[in-house]
């Protein structure tokens, strides 16, 4: 079970995005980076196709890794860390390491 996942709300801790939020686009665990909506963005070439008539250069999300970033709490509505408890039922649950609410 990964700490953070497809369509979590992070912020950004370091590096040129530092305090950005945004939404995981897709998670890359064995690189342990993560594709987040509007952050790390990068220019790119695209070349003038059939399909894409509409040549020039872009702007894309790169992975950014996962020490980069921290989920953001629902109840807590800010950063923070992540845990793991097994609920009465037998099943595990990520949980906010400073309200104790399952995430």
Partial sequence: MHKI???DTIQV?????????GRVLSVVPEGKRVLVEGINLAKKHKRQTRQDQQGGIVSIEMP???GNIMLICNHCARPVRVGFALLKDGTKTRICKSCKEAL
């Fill in 5 to 7: 996942r497809k369509n």
């Fill in 13 to 21: 801790i370091k590096g040129k995005d530092k305090g950005k939020k």
């Fill in 64 to 66: 950014i890794s996962v």
